[in-house]
């Protein structure tokens, strides 16, 4: 089994990232959003970092536009028919995820392998909303795509061996390393660092040390590129907040509930780098 058309079904930040790493490495994209507008940021998202590439000497202009030739921009999600290989990287919310699973089962083709990018969400609920559990997994890539170099492949009970092979098989040919991991709530990464950043923020409430040194503790004590509060900003204050309470409601473990302050600052709309206000100020 082997993987030549992938679609991507929404092209945010993940989305993007996972279309311009499949189509760098030669593979025919068709990258689907639901309106123009989401679809066109995400093109150019694509175009931007492609074009960073460029201005760095790590790709040619012509092979720019050859990578940006191998995607198909829809809003159609019939488009996606053709395709061996579906991820769907949309909002990480169950019922956004299950409908938009339920119309892929229909419009694909039998033997095409469907995929979610979630980051907590079981991936045997959203399997059970298909009629192809078999050819269902959880393929969890990380941010930014184009840099961090892990996928997590993640097989249900339900899932096929040649299925879980061919997408190990796949992050390979797009440059990443996989790790196998069973559908257990945050798999491998987010069961480990969720409750790391979460006691960053915790320690920062409780006013042990400033932020920068806390993150700066991390940094240059661990040699973590980034500190855990610019982390949390990087990641986005509201997925850090929906993972913890997913992984809360499966675990029931105060380790992966979100802190109070984390509450507070989504309430109060500072959702890290993407808004220009989290732990840190990027409005300058
Ligand atoms: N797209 C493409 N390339 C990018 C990029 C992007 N969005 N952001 C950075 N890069 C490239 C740069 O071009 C640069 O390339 P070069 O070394 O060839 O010149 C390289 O990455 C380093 O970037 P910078 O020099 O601009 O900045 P840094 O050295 O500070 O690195 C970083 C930036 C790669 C984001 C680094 O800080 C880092 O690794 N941070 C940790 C990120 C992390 O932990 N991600 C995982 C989050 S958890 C997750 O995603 C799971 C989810 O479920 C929550």
Do not use: W
Not at 31 to 60: Q, T, Y
Not at 69 to 79: E, H, N, V
Not at 169 to 186: H, I, N, R, S, T
Not at 238 to 260: N, S
């Amino acid at each position: 089994m082997q993987f030549s058309k992938i679609g991507i079904v929404g092209c945010g930040q993940m989305g993007s990232g996972i279309a311009e790493v499949a189509a760098k490495a030669g593979l025919t994209v068709i990258a689907r959003e639901i309106n123009d507008e989401l679809l066109s940021k995400g093109k150019g998202r694509i175009e931007k970092s492609l074009a960073k590439a460029v201005e760095k000497g790590k790709l040619s202009a012509e092979e720019k536009s050859t990578v940006m030739g191998r995607i198909k921009f829809t809003t159609g999600i019939g488009d996606l028919c053709g395709c061996d290989l579906v991820i769907e990287a949309a909002t990480e919310d169950i019922k956004t995820k299950l409908g938009i699973f339920i119309e892929l089962d229909k419009v694909c083709k039998p033997e095409a392998v469907l995929a979610s990018n979630t980051s907590s969400l079981s991936i045997t609920e959203l399997a059970a909303g298909t009629s192809r559990p078999g050819k269902f997994l959880g393929m969890h890539f990380f941010n930014p795509v184009p840099v961090m170099k892990l996928v997590e492949v993640v097989r249900t009970v339900a899932t096929d061996e040649q299925v879980i092979q061919a997408a190990k098989g796949f992050a390979e040919q797009v440059g990443k390393v996989p790790v196998l991991a069973k559908d257990g709530g945050g798999f491998i990464v987010n069961r480990l660092l969720v409750p790391y950043l979460f006691d960053a923020i915790t320690v920062y409430q409780n006013g042990l040390a400033s932020r920068e040194d806390i993150d700066n503790g991390m940094k240059f004590g661990c040699g973590h590129p980034m500190g855990p509060l610019e982390l949390n900003d990087f990641i986005g204050l509201d997925t850090m907040f929906y993972i913890g309470e997913i992984l809360f409601e499966e675990f029931k473990e105060p380790r992966f509930a979100p802190p109070p302050l984390l509450k507070r600052m989504v309430q109060a709309g500072f959702l890290g780098k993407k808004t220009g206000r989290g732990f840190y100020d990027y409005r300058k």
